[in-house]
T-cell receptor
Framework: EDQVTQSPEALRLQEGESSSLNCSYT??????LFWYRQDPGKGPEFLFT???AGEEKEKERLKATLTKKESFLHITAPKPEDSATYLC???????????????????FGKGTHLIIQP | KAGVTQTPRYLIKTRGQQVTLSCSPI?????VSWYQQTPGQGLQFLFE???????NKGNFPGRFSGRQFSNSRSEMNVSTLELGDSALYLC?????????????FGPGTRLTVL
């Protein structure tokens, strides 16, 4: 069974204090790993897609990295507006009802609730 | 380009009733996936539709069903509502089912079952 575990569950940082969020996964045939940000009462907002070990992507103060067993979301010099829940998701190989190698549904972790204090 | 839209945004129902939620994908996107989000279980995959066919299904009872129309819009239906069905229901669209595509989420429908 595919599993995604995120740590820590919650993290409180001072503005400017850099840190990393962890996403550990076990999946049969990883097709892609996704990072989303979710604000209260809203749908997840897409941040990054990573496809293979060693890949890195950056956007403003965020940098995502991927190994064969985990992904990290590094936050450099965060600001209060970076406060949100950060979700990690994996897309495994095709499952039920699909004979053509198409994509399966995303399996999400429970998220890391990040608070940046001014 | 307009994002994923979901209607209604909020719903209150009582046990035993049924409910229909609607999702309009991003223009040009043909795959629509549905997810349930609760505080205890987090985000869980319900099902995916592409070209009006259900392509994948998560581990939910048969009370949860869906369909997709020729314009890629999708609906999901929950029959015989239970208290535990109270959740945020999220719809996500992507361009196709046949490769790893980013899924873009709508704002969700908040369902409360009393």
């Amino acid at each position: 069974e595919d599993q995604v575990t995120q740590s820590p569950e919650a993290l409180r940082l001072q503005e400017g204090e850099s840190s990393s969020l962890n996403c550990s996964y076990t999946v049969s045939g990883l097709r892609g790993l996704f990072w989303y940000r979710q604000d209260p009462g809203k749908g997840p907002e897409f941040l990054f897609t990573l496809y293979s070990a060693g890949e890195e992507k950056e956007k403003e103060r965020l940098k995502a990295t991927l190994t064969k067993k985990e992904s990290f979301l590094h936050i450099t010099a965060p600001k209060p507006e970076d406060s949100a829940t950060y979700l990690c998701a994996v897309q495994p190989r095709a499952g039920f009802g699909d004979s053509g190698g198409g994509a399966d549904g995303l399996t999400f972790g429970k998220g890391t609730h990040l608070i940046i204090q001014p | 380009k307009a994002g994923v839209t979901q209607t209604p945004r909020y719903l209150i129902k009582t046990r035993g009733q049924q409910v229909t939620l609607s999702c309009s994908p991003i223009s040009g996107h043909r795959s629509v996936s549905w997810y349930q989000q609760t505080p205890g279980q987090g985000l869980q995959f319900l099902f995916e539709y592409f070209s009006e066919t259900q392509r994948n299904k998560g581990n939910f009872p048969g009370r949860f069903s869906g369909r997709q129309f020729s314009n890629s819009r999708s609906e999901m239906n929950v029959s015989t509502l239970e208290l535990g069905d109270s959740a945020l229901y999220l719809c996500a669209s992507s361009q196709t089912h046949w490769r790893v595509d980013t899924q873009y989420f709508g704002p969700g429908t908040r369902l409360t079952v009393l």
